[in-house]
């Protein structure tokens, strides 16, 4: 585990090196063909296994116990916030999400309820794909990961840099049904939490890119903590008149 | 010497808020036409909801004014514009303004008495004649969604060429799937789909897997 941590972290520190910001209308995705077949695949394994499983889990858990789960695992990734606003020189945000951590393991029994945001400590997440966007990381290439959905190549080596900062990270090998329980649990309860807006991907003309862009401006908004400098749009130009004839098809 | 700084401040200042005058704030117009249409729903909501060619008229009127649709429909199409024929243009703008407005509407009828909107200031841009209008939509289940609108001046009002639903720009959306669509087959058949009504519907489960795999 700590062995392949390391080898993976140098290859894809490698990737980084020509990473730009493109727009999210055309970002750059070399690897489109390949992706467009592992999100085909992602679908199918969500229609058939992940969608189920979230319809059964929102059927038989009740909203408050959802919540409380989602609190659970908002809290533990918390000392991914803390050490990622520091990384990104956001000392006092630093500070809130550490008050929040000890108020609502505390407080909030472990995680499971938030009395930080009761009394103003709002949420806030860091991560280190923000990390490096921050000091100037480009997003890179878009990615579609097996399972795991869309990613890029900034976000993807800030989740494998992100790992230690999770506690099944330390787990033994023996504990293995904890780590993957948990884990199976947090994706679950995610995923029930996103089954009202399945409605919005039916209404697209092609899913794949409305997904790659909403996760690449997504992303971009969280670097720049939710106030991303608007995107120049490329407008033709005014007095350039239409042409009579419709255009030919190459 | 100091009479003069003084004359030339107020003539500044006197300058400013007659060009502000002018055009107004840039949320003004949108926070009108939105309460005038809430309004209207309240007084009205059983006809509308029986009658939705009655609604749509409605919003329409009062709601796209508000829109800068041939801006909007330079942006969406983007390359695509250059080689459309005038009469492209205008069909593309008529069925795009349609879906557009219909989501809208259908939207706004459904929610109309579950939502709450708080209007947090504009944040206007460096040129003047851009900004930024963010507000929040609290549903009464307690969430809160982020909405966007982006405004500039065009002919000495302020018009909304672009909505971002919690950091999703919808002209960057539209334009990357129209573009991509229209790279496939033609524009011509994207403006009939479109004027088909194809993109306001649901319950589309299965169609798309088959199609991605497509050569471009």
Redesign the interface.
């Known amino acids: 585990m700590k062995l392949a941590y390391g080898s993976s972290f140098v290859a894809l520190a490698l990737l980084l090196g020509g990473c730009a910001h493109h727009?999210?209308?055309?970002p750059a995705d070399p690897l489109e063909p390949v992706n467009?077949v592992v999100?085909?695949i992602n679908?199918?394994a969500d229609k058939y296994a992940l969608k189920p499983v979230a319809r059964a889990y929102k059927y038989v858990v009740p909203e408050p116990a959802r919540t409380g789960v989602t609190n659970v695992f908002d809290n533990l990734d918390e000392p991914r916030n803390i050490v990622n606003a520091l990384f990104q020189l956001k000392f006092k945000q630093s500070a809130v999400n550490l008050g929040r951590l000890l108020l609502n393991t505390v407080a909030g029994l472990g995680g499971l309820f938030d009395v930080a945001s009761e009394v103003g400590l709002a949420p806030h997440t860091e991560d280190f794909g923000q990390t490096l966007g921050y000091w100037g990381v480009g997003e890179g290439w878009y990615l579609m990961l097996p399972l795991l959905g869309p990613s890029d190549t900034r976000d993807f080596t800030g989740f494998i840099v992100d790992m230690p900062t999770q506690f099944t990270f330390y787990l033994p090998g023996g504990q293995d049904p904890l780590r993957y329980g948990s884990q199976f649990l947090n994706v679950v309860n995610f995923r029930a939490g996103l089954l009202g807006t399945d409605?919005i991907l039916?209404?697209?003309?092609?899913?794949?890119?409305?997904i790659?862009?909403?996760f690449l401006?997504?992303r971009?908004?969280l670097v720049y903590d939710?106030n991303?400098p608007?995107?120049d749009?490329?407008?033709?130009?005014d007095d350039?008149p239409?042409?009579?004839?419709?255009?030919k098809?190459q | 010497m100091f009479m003069k700084r003084i004359f030339a401040i107020a003539a500044a200042l006197l300058l400013s808020t007659a060009a502000y005058a002018d055009t107004g704030a840039p949320d003004t117009a949108l926070k009108t036409a939105t309460e005038q249409l809430q309004t209207l729903i309240k007084d009205n909501y059983k006809d509308y909801r029986a009658d939705s060619a009655k609604f749509y008229k409605t919003v329409d009127d009062v709601v796209v004014p508000r829109f800068d649709v041939p801006y909007i429909t330079k942006l969406v199409l983007a390359t695509n514009y250059r080689t459309a024929t005038a009469e492209q243009r205008s069909r593309f703008a008529d069925a795009f303004k349609n879906m557009l407005m219909r989501s809208y509407a259908n939207a706004m009828l459904d929610n109309y008495n579950s939502v709450k909107i708080e209007w947090l200031p504009p944040r206007l841009q460096e040129n003047g004649t851009d900004a930024l209008v963010n507000t929040k939509l609290g549903r009464d289940t307690g969430k809160a969604y982020a909405i966007g609108f982006r405004v500039h001046v065009a002919k000495d009002d302020w018009k909304i060429y672009d909505i971002v639903v919690e950091d999703i720009s919808l002209i960057t959306n539209f334009r990357t799937q129209l573009n991509s669509e229209i790279k496939k087959t033609s524009l011509d058949a994207v403006i009939a789909r479109m004027e088909n009504g194809e993109f306001v519907s649901d319950g589309r489960d299965d169609k798309d897997a088959s199609k991605d795999k497509k050569p471009g």
Do not use: M
């Open positions: 727009p999210a209308d055309n467009r999100f085909t679908d199918k409605r039916d209404e697209q003309f092609d899913r794949y890119l409305f790659r862009t909403a401006q997504r971009q908004s939710g991303p608007p995107e749009f490329v407008v033709p130009d350039e239409a042409p009579a004839e419709p255009a098809k």
